[in-house]
């Protein structure tokens, strides 16, 4: 059962593998750089390839999150139509992504309640995910 306590999720693969080897190798060439006597040449490839290598793992999570991101947006603009029958447009740019987000979890009994609330007391994203009485998980967030 996922909860506001449980509810954060991390991807093994690359929290506890990718990212540590990526730093670790960036680690390495830096202490490469200052102690080798190889040409300064190679050991500035092996800085940028760290550096590209630990770039390219980021922006393919970040580009995962966006997706995720905009997903979300249009499963919000759906429930609220389907819940009042009106365009999300005018809620929508009065919150910041990190509300929708949030608001993502509260089943549709709660939601518009908690749409008004977010906007009238601007909430934090923390304070409407502990608003929330009826948690609906989502279990393919990363």
Same mark, same amino acid.
């Given at each position: 059962?996922?909860?506001?306590?449980?509810?954060?999720?991390?991807?093994?693969?690359?929290?506890?593998?990718?990212?540590?080897?990526?730093?670790?190798?960036?680690?390495?060439?830096?202490?490469?750089?200052?102690?080798?006597? @190889?040409?300064?040449?190679?050991?500035?490839?092996?800085?940028?390839?760290?550096?590209?290598?630990?770039?390219?793992?980021?922006?393919?999570?970040?580009?995962?999150?966006?997706?995720?991101?905009?997903?979300?947006?249009?499963?919000?603009?759906?429930?609220?139509?389907?819940?009042?029958?009106?365009?999300? @447009?005018?809620?929508?740019?009065?919150?910041?992504?990190?509300?929708?987000?949030?608001?993502?979890?509260?089943? @549709?009994?709660?939601?518009?309640?908690?749409?008004?609330?977010?906007?009238?007391?601007?909430?934090? @994203?923390?304070?409407?995910?502990?608003?929330?009485?009826?948690?609906?998980?989502?279990?393919?967030?990363?």
């Amino acid at each position: 059962m996922q909860n506001y306590k449980n509810h954060l999720r991390l991807n093994p693969a690359h929290h506890f593998f990718l990212i540590p080897i990526v730093l670790t190798l960036f680690i390495w060439s830096i202490v490469y750089f200052f102690q080798s006597e @190889n040409s300064i040449s190679e050991k500035i490839i092996f800085i940028l390839f760290s550096i590209g290598l630990f770039t390219v793992s980021m922006i393919t999570r970040v580009y995962a999150l966006k997706n995720q991101d905009r997903i979300i947006r249009l499963e919000m603009r759906q429930r609220y139509f389907e819940l009042t029958g009106k365009s999300f @447009n005018e809620k929508e740019k009065q919150l910041r992504l990190g509300q929708i987000i949030a608001l993502r979890f509260a089943s @549709n009994t709660e939601l518009i309640k908690l749409i008004e609330k977010s906007i009238s007391e601007n909430l934090t @994203n923390k304070e409407i995910k502990l608003a929330v009485k009826d948690w609906q998980a989502d279990t393919h967030r990363i």
